[in-house]
């Protein structure tokens, strides 16, 4: 049997309340300033229902903003790409979507603009464990028709290294927002075969 995918998490309305507080907080006040009675003056959530949701404090709590930004970008992107019929068209769409996501957000220019040297460690060293896992959650089910799953999940973490390297560091002769762009990068790397619509059968069992 294949290893599972990741499960996908589901956020109840406080912790959502208590996570967008977050973001508001930190672009306030910055990463290192935030405190936990920010967070709960802002979120309207007193300091005992903070630590009871989020058992450690502060530094759960932010780990669980993490995952939630990430949760909102795949969610977004799944919505984009889930109507691609073969794998050349779902990468293609995927790092497209993905780079106009990017550059879109305003929270994460802000973040950026202040504290360059956390938003880069996360989006690198420090986060991209968490990022490919939270787009295996969100991604596997789309490329495993196409591939066994551990080539699958290979695919997935090169593609949101790629998003995130051509994000930091932009080629000014390559838009890879424009889908007809990242169509023609992708194409050199894929079989033609990856250009016909999907196998009847997944390719996870193989």
């Known amino acids: 049997m294949p290893p599972p995918l990741p499960e996908r ?3 109840t309305e406080t912790e959502v309340r208590v996570l967008d507080a977050v973001k508001t907080c930190c672009e306030r006040w910055g990463v290192d300033k935030t405190t936990i009675d920010d967070i709960a003056k802002v979120s309207g959530v007193s300091r005992a229902t903070l630590y009871r949701m989020f058992p450690g404090g502060r530094d759960v709590i932010f780990d669980a903003h993490r995952v939630y930004e990430l949760d909102e970008f795949f969610s977004v992107l799944l919505g984009e790409v889930a109507d691609t019929h073969n794998l ?5 769409r995927t790092i497209a ?3 106009r996501e990017l550059r879109a957000d305003d929270h994460l220019a802000v973040m950026l603009a202040s504290e360059p040297g956390g938003v880069i460690s996360e989006m690198t060293v420090d986060g991209l464990p968490r990022i490919v896992r939270v787009a295996n959650a969100y991604m ?3 490329v495993d028709p196409y591939l066994p799953r551990r080539e699958a999940r290979q695919l997935i973490d090169v593609t949101a290294r790629l998003v995130i390297s051509y994000f930091l560091a932009p080629d000014p002769d390559l838009d890879l927002a424009d889908e007809a762009v990242a169509h023609a990068f992708v194409a050199p790397f894929l079989p033609a075969t990856f250009q016909r619509s999907a196998p009847s059968t997944g390719g996870s069992s193989r």
Not at 88 to 92: E, G, R
């Open 9 to 11: 998490r589901t956020w």
């Open 140 to 142: 596997g089910e789309l």
């Open 88 to 92: 050349h068209d779902l990468l293609a």
């Open 97 to 99: 979507v993905a780079t």
